[in-house]
C-alpha cells in the first residue's frame, strides 16, 4: 500500500510499525521508490517519494497522537492516512476465549485503528485541508468465517467497520473522508503463519471463493490508491470489500 502512494505521487509516505528497525520489504520498497521520478511540479525539490520509517505501537494513542503532531509540523500538511495494523486470533472456541487474548486482540486491532486514524484526522483539521482516512478491516468484520473459531478477530474487524462509519459521519462537514477496505483471503506475512503449517487451509480457503484462488497483496493497491484520492470524493463511510466474491455466496 505504502509502495502504491508512492507511485501514484505522495511526497512522503510515513510507515509506522513496532519493531525498532523496519523489515526487508519496507527496505527494498523505500529503494524501488527511490528509483521512480515524479513531476517536480507534484513532489516539490523531491524527485520520488520519501519513505520515512517510525517504530511506534498503535495501542498507545498518545504516541500516535504525538507522531501526528510531530509529521505535521514537518509536513504542514497530512492528505492521507492509511491503519492497517492488525494481530490474528488464536482458533479458541467462543465459550473459552480467554479475557486477556481478547484484549490484545480489541486493542491493536481496533484501538489501534482509531488511535492512527485520530493522529491522522487531528493534523488534517488543524491543516484545514480534505483528507481521506483508510482503515483496513476485513471481510470477518461482515461475515462469520466457515469454521473458524476467531470470536476475537472477527469482532475486532466488525469493530474497524463502525469506527470508520461513525468517524465519517462526524468528519464529513470538515471534508475529512473515513472509509474501510475489507479484505478476503490475502497470502500474507500473518496468514501465511496459518497456511504455512496446515497446507491444505490453502485449498479448502480457494474453494470458498468464487475465483477459486486467495489474494495477492498487491491486489489491494486500486482500492487504496482510489480511496486516497480525489477520484473517490463523494466516498465516504462505505466498506470496499476486496475478497474475490467469497462474500458473494
Given at each position: 500500500?505504502?509502495?502504491?502512494?508512492?507511485?501514484?505521487?505522495?511526497?512522503?509516505?510515513?510507515?509506522?510499525?513496532?519493531?525498532?528497525e523496519?523489515?526487508?520489504?519496507?527496505?527494498?520498497?523505500?529503494?524501488?521508490?527511490?528509483?521512480?521520478?515524479?513531476?517536480?511540479?507534484?513532489?516539490?525539490k523531491?524527485?520520488?517519494?520519501?519513505?520515512e520509517?517510525?517504530s511506534?505501537?498503535?495501542?498507545?494513542?498518545?504516541?500516535?497522537?504525538?507522531?501526528?503532531?510531530?509529521?505535521?509540523?514537518?509536513?504542514?500538511?497530512?492528505?492521507?492516512?492509511?491503519?492497517?495494523?492488525?494481530?490474528?486470533?488464536?482458533?479458541?472456541?467462543?465459550?473459552?476465549?480467554?479475557?486477556?487474548?481478547?484484549?490484545?486482540?480489541?486493542?491493536?486491532?481496533?484501538?489501534?485503528?482509531?488511535?492512527?486514524?485520530?493522529?491522522?484526522?487531528?493534523?488534517?483539521?488543524?491543516?484545514?485541508?480534505?483528507?481521506?482516512?483508510v482503515l483496513?478491516?476485513?471481510?470477518?468484520?461482515?461475515?462469520?468465517?466457515?469454521?473458524?473459531?476467531?470470536?476475537?478477530?472477527?469482532?475486532?474487524?466488525?469493530?474497524?467497520?463502525?469506527?470508520?462509519?461513525?468517524?465519517?459521519?462526524?468528519?464529513?462537514?470538515?471534508?475529512?473522508?473515513?472509509?474501510?477496505?475489507?479484505?478476503?483471503?490475502?497470502?500474507?506475512?500473518?496468514?501465511?503463519?496459518?497456511?504455512?503449517?496446515?497446507?491444505?487451509r490453502?485449498?479448502?480457503?480457494?474453494?470458498l471463493?468464487?475465483?477459486?484462488?486467495?489474494?495477492?497483496?498487491?491486489?489491494?493497491?486500486?482500492?487504496?490508491?482510489?480511496?486516497?484520492?480525489?477520484?473517490?470524493?463523494?466516498?465516504?463511510?462505505?466498506?470496499?470489500?476486496?475478497?474475490?466474491?467469497?462474500?458473494?455466496?
Amino acid at each position: 500500500m505504502a509502495m502504491a502512494l508512492g507511485e501514484a505521487g505522495a511526497r512522503a509516505v510515513y510507515c509506522l510499525d513496532l519493531p525498532k528497525e523496519p523489515s526487508e520489504d519496507w527496505t527494498a520498497t523505500q529503494n524501488y521508490l527511490a528509483g521512480i521520478p515524479h513531476d517536480p511540479a507534484v513532489n516539490g525539490k523531491n524527485k520520488h517519494a520519501r519513505l520515512e520509517y517510525i517504530s511506534a505501537d498503535v495501542t498507545d494513542q498518545e504516541r500516535m497522537w504525538a507522531i501526528g503532531q510531530e509529521i505535521g509540523d514537518k509536513e504542514k500538511r497530512m492528505d492521507i492516512c492509511v491503519a492497517a495494523a492488525g494481530i490474528p486470533s488464536e482458533h479458541i472456541p467462543c465459550l473459552e476465549y480467554p479475557a486477556d487474548a481478547m484484549r490484545r486482540i480489541v486493542d491493536v486491532n481496533m484501538n489501534g485503528a482509531l488511535f492512527t486514524a485520530q493522529a491522522a484526522g487531528r493534523q488534517m483539521q488543524r491543516f484545514g485541508k480534505p483528507g481521506s482516512i483508510v482503515l483496513i478491516a476485513s471481510m470477518s468484520g461482515s461475515i462469520t468465517n466457515k469454521d473458524q473459531e476467531w470470536v476475537a478477530y472477527n469482532s475486532s474487524k466488525a469493530g474497524v467497520i463502525q469506527i470508520g462509519r461513525s468517524m465519517a459521519c462526524e468528519l464529513g462537514k470538515v471534508g475529512i473522508r473515513v472509509n474501510t477496505v475489507s479484505p478476503g483471503y490475502i497470502y500474507t506475512k500473518m496468514s501465511a503463519a496459518e497456511l504455512d503449517t496446515h497446507p491444505d487451509r490453502l485449498n479448502e480457503w480457494s474453494q470458498l471463493t468464487p475465483m477459486n484462488r486467495i489474494g495477492r497483496p498487491d491486489e489491494l493497491r486500486g482500492a487504496i490508491t482510489w480511496l486516497a484520492s480525489d477520484a473517490s470524493s463523494y466516498c465516504t463511510g462505505s466498506d470496499i470489500l476486496v475478497s474475490g466474491g467469497h462474500t458473494a455466496w
